[in-house]
């Protein structure tokens, strides 16, 4: 008896600690707000225009930082990516300077940019961009949007499972670029010289990338509105699509799978009730 008391016990000491944790967690985590996304559910999709002005930002302004390595100048013309055509592509490709090489004198050079060429990186390699800014390294974007996640928490990630929540990633995003606000600062918390406060940032909250859209920092021909907020879901969305180019194929699969095995569990069900037809049970 006296065992299944202790049994009793240590259960409801672990089914104590797991009810808690999120209450101490909560703390120490930056909070995320979900966001509304275009290609968030099962008939997610990339909103063409949103793309396209995102990958405006990230040209004029990410793009002086952070590299896109694994981004080929012709994804920007492939299907379920931002809508450019091959011209356009092919255009914007020609903008860009590569260093190719070497030539038949052993020299490495200069060329304007093909489809084919990966966006040229920024800074050389990770020590010249650590140097550049005071040695904090900004990430490579190709994979950070799906890289980048704020821990949920129970009992939260539970029914993430559910409702098929994947969007942590441009959330986070957005949060860290609207997540500046310096006279917010809480007692307490000193920002080092260099760095900058953000409450969002999940190593944080001293980042050292100083806050980088403002207000109409980037023209859009189209009228969507000029304002920080627009430009980080803008910015974020592009990252999203270079983290997972093939979303929109992905998704639409799914959805014929999820069709077929429906049909099929119902044809097999027919199937088991004609061939028992005249079994007695
Ligand atoms: C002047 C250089 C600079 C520019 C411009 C810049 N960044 Fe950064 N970024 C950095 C640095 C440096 C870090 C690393 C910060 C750290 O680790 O403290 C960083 C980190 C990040 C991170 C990762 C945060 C994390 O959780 O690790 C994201 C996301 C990001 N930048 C997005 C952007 C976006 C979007 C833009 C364009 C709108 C942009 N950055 C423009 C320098 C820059």
Redesign the pocket.
């Known amino acids: 008896m006296s065992t299944m008391i202790k049994m009793v016990r240590s259960f409801a000491a672990v089914a104590a600690v797991a009810i808690a944790t999120p209450v101490f967690a909560a703390g120490d985590a930056p909070h995320i707000e979900r966001q509304q996304w275009s290609f968030s559910g099962p008939f997610g999709f990339y909103d063409r225009g949103q793309l396209q002005r995102g990958f405006k ?2 040209r004029e ?2 793009s ?3 590299s896109l390595k694994q981004v080929a100048f012709r994804n920007l013309a492939s299907d379920g990516g931002p809508g450019f055509t091959e011209e356009q592509a092919k255009q914007i490709a020609s903008e860009y300077t590569v260093i190719d090489g070497p030539n038949d004198d052993g020299d490495m050079y200069e060329r304007p940019g093909i489809l084919a060429d990966k966006f040229p990186s920024p800074f050389p390699n990770e020590e010249a961009a650590r140097a550049s ?2 040695g ?4 490579d974007f190709s994979l ?1 949007a799906k890289a ?1 996640a704020a821990h949920r928490g129970f009992p939260w990630f539970v029914f993430d499972a559910f409702t098929q929540y994947q969007e942590q990633g441009p959330d ?2 957005y949060a ?2 609207t997540g500046y606000e310096e006279e917010e600062v809480p007692d307490g918390v000193t920002i080092p010289e260099g ?1 900058y406060f953000n409450h969002s ?3 944080g909250p ?5 806050p ?2 403002s207000e109409e920092l980037v023209e859009y021909t189209d009228g969507t509105p000029m304002t920080v907020e627009q ?1 980080a879901h803008d ?2 969305a592009f ?1 999203m699509w270079a983290a997972e180019p093939h979303l929109e194929e992905r998704k639409k699969i799914g959805f014929r799978v999820m069709i077929f095995l429906i049909v099929f569990a119902g044809m097999l069900y027919f199937t088991k009730k004609k061939l028992w037809r005249n079994v007695e049970h």
């Open positions: 930002i990230y302004v990410c002086s930082c952070h800014n005071g904090a390294y900004p990430p950070l980048r986070y995003i860290l670029l760095k940032f999940l190593a001293a980042i050292g990338m100083a980088p859209l430009y910015v974020a990252m």
